[in-house]
């Protein structure tokens, strides 16, 4: 359960219209604040259930004109049913190791990261991503997190780098703050089976949901959220189960 915490005090800042990068035409702003002291994993768990989410010492959520698009998503993972096709994304992806490691950067990361940019994400706001830049979203956190390696456990690729997230741990549950993975496996749907895992690993923690980050509906780039079910979506300050027809 999330504990109190005096939100009051805070300072709230907001951020200058951009292009929003998921929908064409529209315009993007955002409300932030810092995240940092001494209660900062606190405060992380207060901010996320309210619909905000990390990027390294600042919480933020969309704060857009005349657009409320931005959902924020959660999977309760003990009613999260693993289907025929959830199975056979796993068993596709049964040869690979999995490791926690600490939030702290490699080359190796931010080699696998540049390929998965350059392929994904060539035009993207992260696309210029340096290494310098890389180690300051990994390890400039006052909150409790982690990096999640998946690595090839047989063959030719033994031991190589194929997917990775950065996840953050909270009172009910894990945050999966960004994932990455090789582009050339895109027969394993990698993105797909680190959510997977993720609900397996919450599951085996104890903790009660899986915090997927925004949904947008109208977004291909966002669609794949809206598959895992049951699915849980923060409307009128309120966390509802996702029925279709909402939208």
Request: aromatic content about 12%; charged content about 25%.
């Amino acid at each position: 359960m999330t504990k109190p915490f005096p939100t009051k005090n805070l300072r709230f800042f907001l951020t200058a219209p951009s292009p929003c990068p998921y929908l064409p035409g529209k315009r993007e702003r955002k409300v932030f604040t810092a995240l940092d002291g001494l209660d900062a994993s606190s405060l992380h768990d207060v901010l996320t259930n309210a619909g905000f989410r990390r990027s390294q010492n600042i919480a933020y959520r969309p704060s857009c004109d005349a657009c409320e698009a931005c959902v924020s998503a959660r999977v309760p993972v003990e009613r999260f049913e693993f289907t025929r096709r959830w199975r056979k994304i796993m068993t596709k992806n049964a040869d690979l190791t999995r490791a926690l490691r600490p939030a702290e950067a490699t080359q190796e990361q931010f080699r696998l990261l540049r390929r998965y940019l350059n392929s994904r994400h060539a035009e993207g706001g992260m696309a210029d991503m340096s290494f310098s830049d890389y180690g300051a979203m990994v390890e400039e956190t006052a909150v409790r997190t982690h990096i999640v390696e998946y690595r090839h456990s047989a063959g030719p690729k033994k031991g190589d780098l194929t997917a990775a997230a950065l996840v953050d741990v909270l009172g009910d549950g894990l945050s999966l703050v960004y994932s990455f993975f090789d582009p050339e496996e895109s027969k394993r749907s990698l993105g797909i089976y680190s959510i997977l895992d993720h609900i397996q690993q919450a599951r085996a923690a104890g903790f009660t949901h899986l915090y997927l980050g925004y949904w947008i509906p109208g977004s291909e780039k966002m669609d794949y959220k809206a598959h895992f079910r049951p699915l849980e979506l923060l409307l009128g300050g309120e966390w509802r189960p996702y029925t279709p027809v909402e939208f």
